[in-house]
């Protein structure tokens, strides 16, 4: 009895030939790029390497995950971008475990960096959808990094104290929920497709990236980042709240 090992379809072999030197020069890049902040006194020589790593994680789990969930023969410049966003993600991480003091110029440079990303944010859906590649692993993708920033800009605004420390709930509560699935099945389920929810959860997600950049430019002042970051705080609250009631509406299970 012989057994025959079904051969991966030509469209993954096609993605995945792309898409490994694509992530292999990404990985080049910012290892070649990580001696700038490091002498520039920007970011610490562990935090940098801590950052890497961190950048490196990203790009295996992408890998592996690209040809299960992204049913296209191209990487598509939507996952490219996602890619930048993440770098510059890393980049912000690195900052943010750096024990170092955050002074006003790095202030400045780290919400114009933010804000870049907060920019690419929004031409990567635009591509997906422009050249026909959207894809489940897009979606996760541009999620997962939208948290990571989220989390890492969070971080930042503490340790610049520009607000209490109750700011890093912002940062956490994406990975907060998903502790909590563990412990209660329902919030592991998927959620149902509905316009208005996916509206509200893009909405606030800008919101809290948005509110967290405008936070930590020295600019604002300590009183207008506390009302920003509690009010954004509270959508948020309120989206993750929204989505619970909506995974335990009767009307899903019928």
């Not at 509200?200 to 604002?220: D, G, N, W």
């Amino acid at each position: 009895m012989s057994i025959r090992i079904a051969s991966p379809p030509p469209s993954s072999l096609a993605l995945m030939r792309e898409a490994r030197p694509f992530f292999a020069r990404s990985f080049g890049f910012a290892v070649v790029a990580m001696p700038g902040p490091v002498l520039s006194g920007t970011v610490g020589a562990l935090p940098a390497l801590s950052g890497l790593m961190l950048f490196t994680v990203l790009l295996i789990g992408a890998e592996r995950s690209l040809a299960m969930h992204h049913p296209h023969p191209r990487l598509g410049a939507a996952n490219r971008i996602t890619l930048v966003r993440a770098g510059i993600s890393c980049l912000i991480a690195a900052r943010a475990i750096d024990p170092a003091p955050l002074g006003a110029p790095e202030r400045w440079l780290l919400a114009a960096i933010a804000g870049t990303a907060l920019l690419l944010d929004g031409a990567d859906g635009w591509a997906a959808r422009h050249q026909r590649l959207v894809s489940s692993f897009g979606a996760r993708f541009d999620m997962e990094v939208d948290a990571l920033t989220v989390l890492a800009l969070a971080v930042t605004v503490a340790r610049a104290a520009a607000v209490p420390p109750w700011v890093l709930a912002i940062g956490s509560m994406r990975y907060l929920y998903f502790a909590a699935g563990w412990l209660f099945p329902l919030l592991r389920q998927p959620l149902p497709c509905h316009r208005v929810g996916d509206w509200r959860r893009k909405t606030i997600a800008v919101v809290q990236s948005v509110t967290l950049v405008v936070a930590l430019a020295p600019a604002t002042s300590s009183a207008w980042a506390v009302t920003l970051c509690t009010t954004a705080l509270g959508l948020l609250i309120y989206s993750f709240a929204a989505d619970i009631v909506m995974l335990a509406s009767p009307r899903r299970h019928r």
